[in-house]
């Protein structure tokens, strides 16, 4: 079992379409948690850190559930350019930060 | 702004050859971590560096070796090349000021034939 799981996707949405992603891991010791996302072939970029409190950041809102070890992405009025993969990643304590990435959820916004 | 450098972007090699990439972190950035990303496959964590030491080891064959150098530039050596080896490599940085924030290259895409 991976430690970070994911939607396995793919998700296929009209513009202007809400769209949620989710997310669990396993390790309770998990420390901070991200969301990347990554264009086909490219390098991953942050997209936005997960807080508890949650937070958003224009049409994205992120939420973290410690209790539950569950982590959701919400995507408002989607664009075409937010077609990418979305990868939930998790950075365990004392792991020197070393990322772990889940296996990603492929996004298609349709015009 | 100037980002993590990666080189080279391809490189062609073929079975038990080696193999040498190079990352440029961002200017004062005093980590830098080396992923792999296989075909269809999320990241993965090979090795790090902090202060031009190793700070946390992965899933690295023993016929990777990496190091960083005193300008904060790192290596990584692959040698005896397998096919499994191709694969994005990515090189990711962050600063001393948000450690959790890594900021990636654009990779190097190792094919073996």
């Known amino acids: 079992r991976k430690e970070v799981e994911q939607d396995p996707g793919p998700f296929n949405v009209p513009e202007g379409a809400t769209v949620a992603f989710n997310c669990t891991y396993s390790n309770s010791a998990s420390q901070s948690f991200f969301w990347y996302r990554q264009d086909c072939r490219k390098e991953p970029k942050l997209l936005m850190s997960?807080?508890?409190s949650g937070n958003e950041d224009g049409r994205f809102t992120a939420q973290l559930n410690r209790a539950s070890q569950y982590i959701s992405l919400l995507i408002r009025d989607s664009k075409l350019s937010d077609s990418a993969t979305y990868l939930c990643?998790?950075?365990?304590?004392?792991?020197?930060?070393?990322?772990?990435f889940g296996s990603g959820t492929q996004l298609t916004v349709l015009p | 702004a100037a980002g993590v450098i990666q080189s080279p972007r391809h490189l062609i090699k073929e079975k038990r050859e080696t193999a040498t990439l190079k990352c440029y972190p961002i200017p004062r950035h005093d980590t830098v971590y080396w992923y792999q990303q296989g075909p269809g496959q999320d990241p993965q964590f090979l090795i790090s560096?902090?202060?031009?030491?190793?700070?946390d080891k992965g899933s690295i064959p023993d016929r990777f070796s990496a190091q960083q150098f005193s300008d904060y530039h790192s290596e990584l050596n692959m040698s005896s090349l397998e096919l499994g080896d191709s694969a994005l490599y990515f090189c990711?940085?962050?600063?001393?000021?948000?450690?959790?924030?890594?900021?990636f290259g654009a990779g190097t895409r190792l094919s073996v034939l």
């Open positions: 990643v998790v950075v365990k304590s004392g792991s020197a930060r070393q990322l772990t």
């Open positions: 560096f902090y202060e031009k030491m190793q700070s």
């Open positions: 990711a940085s962050s600063p001393i000021t948000a450690k959790n924030i890594q900021y």
């Open positions: 997960v807080y508890s």
